[in-house]
């Protein structure tokens, strides 16, 4: 895995999860819900942490990313090399 876009999977599982129905206004509430995630809005803490299996630990952005995951881990281990 190089890239992998989450954005597709956050919505699908919003919809799901709340049974928010297709359509034009459940796209909305959806779209609405997405950026409320990723803006990180202090009232969308609970949903932040609910779906962040989705949201990069390193950026905050909706991707896994190998490059991003080499960076945090590159930073922990200058860290434990410091505290070591």
Same mark, same amino acid.
């Given at each position: 895995?190089?890239? !992998? &876009? $989450? !954005? /597709? /999977?956050?919505?699908?599982? *919003?919809?799901? /999860?709340?049974? *928010?129905?297709?359509?034009?206004?459940g796209?909305? @509430? @959806? &779209?609405? =819900? @997405? +950026?409320?995630? =990723?803006?990180?809005? %202090?009232?969308? #803490?609970?949903?932040?942490?609910?779906? %962040?299996?989705?949201?990069c630990?390193?950026?905050?952005?909706? +991707?896994?990313?190998? #490059?991003? #995951? $080499?960076?945090?881990?590159? =930073? +922990? &281990? %200058?860290? !434990?090399? *410091?505290?070591?």
């Amino acid at each position: 895995m190089s890239y !992998r &876009n $989450t !954005r /597709d /999977d956050l919505e699908q599982r *919003i919809g799901l /999860d709340f049974s *928010i129905p297709d359509g034009e206004l459940g796209d909305c @509430v @959806v &779209n609405a =819900v @997405v +950026h409320f995630i =990723v803006e990180g809005y %202090s009232e969308a #803490e609970l949903l932040i942490i609910k779906y %962040s299996d989705l949201i990069c630990k390193w950026d905050g952005k909706l +991707h896994k990313s190998s #490059e991003c #995951e $080499t960076r945090m881990a590159a =930073v +922990h &281990n %200058s860290i !434990r090399q *410091i505290l070591s």
